[in-house]
């Protein structure tokens, strides 16, 4: 497959289009050459990254596990538990090489004891100092969620934790997968993407251009609703979502051809605004959630400008 195609893929708002890219990516790793290691931590987050990974369809997360990647640890989803493993960390760290997802933010304030991953060695160990460790033999770190990328609801105001995202704590390359949470198939293309080609092209915010490089509002299928100045009096209005407070003219993302829950709606299509949870500054420059754009600038949303 060449990278042309996997992009023309990827924009052909095709359901399944990360399983013919992931069909491509198991047969160039060879039914029984080595698959890439995934080590996936958890910090401080509410697992629903981990939750909308169990979504994926087309590949569904089992395929994802057998024939894409070997997970060697993720938390929320490992039957190993305890030191058995904190072992299959510690192991898969000491041979190097793995992709490193990371979902939830990284807390800084009082030594990072805000998210303490697991005890070690009788003492908690901190999302922090467990980042360090892990980051080291990353061939690739990958920020899954918007907590992970930005801060996200983690960091919100006041965060009083000093809650971080990745890339703010290292000098690592990070590739941002933001949202809140993941779609499966942005977390599924972009490890493709990384076995089949390397790094994706990346935007300012270090998000992959195939998968967040137009807005919302470029593919919405109420924008001629837009067009004419027709807008929903209320939620679950069948007209445009602008005047309920949609962020899609300035939120980059492929929710309205990618579709959700096994690639059947989206958040505009199920009559609520896009509140830009792929953003940078989500949730605190998307709030008030449901009021119109031009008032929350007004408001102090200024400076936070288009993604795409
Ligand atoms: Fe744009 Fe939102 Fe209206 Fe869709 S609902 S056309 S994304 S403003
Ligand atoms: Fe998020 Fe907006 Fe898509 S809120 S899920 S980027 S429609």
């Avoid at 491509?24 to 981990?50: H, I, M, Q, Y």
């Avoid at 989803?77 to 299959?88: F, H, T, V």
């Avoid at 805000?114 to 009788?122: D, E, H, N, S």
Wanted: proline share 9%.
């Amino acid at each position: 497959m060449r990278i042309e195609e996997f992009h023309a893929l990827a924009r052909a708002g095709r359901p399944g289009w990360s399983g013919e890219a992931a069909a491509k990516a198991r047969s160039f790793l060879g039914p029984s050459g080595p698959k890439p290691v995934l080590v996936w931590l958890e910090f401080n987050a509410c697992s629903g990254d981990t939750i909308s990974m169990l979504n994926a369809t087309q590949p569904g997360l089992g395929q994802v596990l057998s024939e894409l990647v070997a997970a060697a640890y993720w938390n929320g989803l490992m039957p190993a538990e305890g030191e058995a493993a904190l072992a299959a960390l510690m192991s898969a760290v000491e041979r190097g090489g793995y992709f490193l997802a990371v979902e939830g933010a990284v807390p800084l304030r009082q030594g990072g004891l805000y998210a303490v991953p697991f005890i070690a060695g009788g003492r908690p160990a901190p999302a922090i100092e467990v980042f360090k460790a892990a980051e080291a033999g990353a061939a690739q770190i990958i920020a899954v969620g918007t907590c992970a990328a930005f801060g996200g609801p983690s960091a919100a105001r006041p965060n009083p934790s000093d809650s971080r995202g990745v890339w703010e704590i290292t000098n690592r390359p990070v590739i941002n997968v933001s949202g809140c949470p993941i779609n499966p198939d942005w977390v599924v293309g972009t490890l493709v993407h990384l076995i089949l080609f390397g790094p994706p092209e990346l935007d300012r915010y270090r998000r992959p251009v195939f998968l967040y490089g137009n807005t919302i509002h470029a593919h919405c299928q109420r924008r001629s609703y837009y067009d004419l100045g027709r807008f929903a009096g209320e939620l679950g209005g069948a007209e445009c979502m602008f005047s309920q407070g949609c962020m899609g003219p300035i939120t980059g993302a492929d929710c309205p051809y990618r579709l959700w829950n096994d690639h059947l709606n989206w958040p505009v299509k199920a009559g609520t605004p896009c509140i830009g949870c792929t953003k940078s500054g989500f949730p605190d420059k998307s709030s008030p959630f449901y009021t119109p754009l031009p008032q929350k600038l007004r408001a102090g949303l200024k400076g936070e400008g288009s993604d795409a």
